[in-house]
Structure formats: C-alpha cells, structure tokens
C-alpha cells in the first residue's frame, strides 16, 4: 500500500468534527470516469499533480453536495496508484447516505472506463491492502467489510451499485474481496505505519512513554527478553 494523508479540512464534513465508534468498513467507487486523485483530493502536494477544475473534496460542498469520505485510492500524477487519507478514520464520514455513516469507514476507488484490467488489479490490490490495515488498527475482520451496494441491500446506505458494477466485469465480487483481505490478514505482509501506535492502544502507549517505561519509539515491534527486564527494572524502581 502506498499510504499518503491529506485531510480535507476545508470540507463541511471535516469541519463538523463528529467522532464514529468504527465497526466496519464500506467499499466505494467514484462512478465517474476519472482515475486521478487530483480530482478529488487537494490541494496538490507535488504528487497529485494540479486540478486545473478545483473541483476537488477539500471544499465545503464539493459539487455543491454535502460529502465526504475517509480515502481515495487512485492515480497520481506520474501514474502510479497510492492511496490518500482524506479524514481521521474515527471521524463520521458523509458516504454512505445512511445509518453506515455512523459506524463504517468509507472509501472511494476512482474508477476509470471499467475496462482496463492492469488499472483495476492495481487499486483492488490497493483497496484489498487497505482495508487489511484498517482491520488490524480498528480489531476487525473481513466480515466487518461490505461495498455501497451490499450496504444498500442491509437499509443502512442508499440505492447506490457500486461497487458490482464494477468488480465482476475483471471476475471479482465482495466476497472475493473479503477472502482476499483474509488471506492478508492471515500473512506479516500488511503494510501499516510502523511509527505510530494503533489506534486502541494509544493511550496506554502515550501513558508509558509518559512513564517512562518505554521510550516511545518502534510502536509495532515485536519486545525482546532484554527489553523486557530493562521496563521491569523501571517499574520496580518507580516503586521505590
Ligand atoms: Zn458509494
């Protein structure tokens, strides 16, 4: 996964500020022809290359509309896929049209013409990986994951068809996808941000490096026996 943050701040959605207790994950596509993340996320970073519309999410009412999702998995620039945070993932998105909004993540693939393959397995293996992520930060499974449309056959988004309109035209549908972010889960090979703690261990983790039992660096590596007798050591002569 190719990770990148730019929170669009300037949405009303953003600027609402309304937390989410996450339970799950929803799937979207743009359902527009337009791969670039620069038409949706900005402004340019020196990546995203410039939107010469403006037109981008990081406006109060993008398209005169009150939405807002959690990330974009698209192209940059230079053309290669990456993935771009576009709110904090606990915050309540404006995605889903429904009750999903207060309890599902929400992310957006930039769809192109819904042909080209190469396009398609690179941000399905992009999504895939992301959601992996977020499964680990926020303790959930592929069960937790569901697209628009599954959303809209549970009452808890709107009549919306992505993404099966698009998935099954390259021979996937959800429940491949969730056997494939399974297969994710199951491996080491999850790309996620090592230097920061996970979302449910934070205060515990600032608390400790407050402490002094640990120095606060390297949040998801694994402890060894030295490591541990010196944090033993320091809780012992804190008693004192
Ligand atoms: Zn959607």
Redesign the pocket.
């Known amino acids: 996964m190719n990770l990148h943050k730019l929170l669009l701040t300037k949405n009303a959605c953003y600027k609402a500020g309304r937390t989410i207790t996450v339970k799950g994950i ?6 527009a022809n337009n791969p670039n993340l620069r038409r949706y996320v900005g402004p340019d970073d020196g990546l995203l290359g410039h939107n010469p519309n403006n037109n981008h999410w990081n406006q109060s009412r993008p398209d005169g509309q009150q939405k807002c999702v959690h990330a974009f998995i698209g192209k940059l620039a230079d053309g290669s896929i990456a993935t771009y945070q576009t709110l904090p993932w606990d915050m309540r998105g404006w ?3 429904g009750a999903a909004n207060d309890t599902h993540i ?1 992310f ?1 693939i930039c769809e192109d013409g819904l042909t080209d393959r190469a396009y398609f397995d690179k941000v399905y293996i992009e999504a895939a990986e992301l959601c992996a992520y977020l499964c680990k930060e926020f303790r959930l499974t592929e069960k937790n994951i569901i ?3 599954e959303g809209a056959r549970q009452g808890i ?2 009549n ?1 068809a ?2 099966m309109h698009w998935f099954p035209k390259h021979g996937k549908n959800m429940d491949v996808f969730r056997a494939d972010v399974k297969k994710l889960l199951g491996g080491a090979n999850v790309a996620a941000d090592k230097n920061a703690p996970s979302v449910w261990a934070k205060d515990a983790w600032t608390w400790a490096k407050k402490e002094g039992y640990l120095d606060g660096t390297r949040p998801k590596d694994n402890i060894t026996r030295e490591e541990f007798a010196v944090v033993l050591k320091r809780l012992e002569e804190k008693k004192k």
């Open positions: 929803m799937v979207h596509s743009t359902g995605h889903a049209g929400g957006e697209c628009h449309s988004a709107s919306h992505d993404v």
